[in-house]
């Protein structure tokens, strides 16, 4: 296997034109609709089950999971098959007023009725769908009121939120020195030897800003 240089948007050109062999895209969407309507797309699915096979992904994809997706493009109608997710998130500063945030997630909720059908993936913007686990980033103190309001947040996923601020914090604090002293060609590298060695653990999924 050979790992190719190549941006998100850029996988489908490429793939057409014979520079890569396989891609990671959404399963649904306009570009890989339209892809599968003049070649053959067939999705990997994560099926083995050996879980040895999968003993670094906290490390390597600390924002993923696997899950069951039907109906993607190039699947014949009730295929399915067991493929990586991740979670988009809405997100916002940790000084964004508590209450408009905490009101902004309320609305989302109460209105989802109106809007849970525009997409073929805005069923996963329910209350009963959407992540309440805090994944790489916390939450912010709005949503934690709201999922408190709603009998959902526990003492467990408030340890997690606390760390995932923590982690922030201490990654605030390390950065300038890292910037300091790397250079622009080594920034990158340094910075995840950094995060490797300075941080005690690393959080269990999701993304680069707060939720």
């Known amino acids: 296997m050979q790992k190719v240089p190549v941006s998100y948007g ?15 895209q959404n399963v649904v ?5 339209e892809l599968a309507s003049t070649h053959d797309v067939k999705w990997l699915g994560f099926d ?4 040895a096979r999968y003993e670094t ?8 999971s696997v899950g069951e997706v039907t109906d993607g493009a190039g699947m014949e109608k009730g295929e399915s098959a067991r493929v990586l997710e991740y979670t988009i998130p809405l997100t916002t ?8 945030v905490y009101h902004l997630v309320k609305s989302m909720v ?21 992540l309440k686990e805090p994944l790489v980033v916390p939450f912010h103190e709005g949503t934690v009121r709201y999922f408190e309001e709603r009998g959902v947040w526990t ?4 340890r997690k939120n606390q760390e995932l601020v ?13 910037v300091e002293s790397s250079s622009e060609e080594t920034l990158a590298q340094d910075w995840a030897e950094w995060k490797k060695t300075e941080l005690d653990t690393e959080p269990t999924e999701g993304t680069d800003d707060e939720n």
């Open 10 to 24: 850029e996988q489908i050109a490429a793939l057409e034109a014979g520079q890569i062999d396989a891609l990671y």
């Open 57 to 64: 992904w906290e490390e390597l994809m600390p924002m993923v």
């Open 155 to 158: 003492e467990e996923l408030e």
């Open 93 to 100: 500063l940790a000084s964004r007023d508590a209450d408009e």
């Open 48 to 51: 083995d089950p050996d879980p």
């Open 110 to 130: 109460e209105h989802y009725e109106r809007y849970g059908t525009t997409t073929p993936d805005t069923h996963r913007f329910s209350f009963d769908a959407v």
């Open 166 to 178: 923590e982690r922030g914090e201490r990654m605030r604090e390390g950065w300038p020195g890292v």
């Open 29 to 33: 969407g306009s570009n890989i609709d």
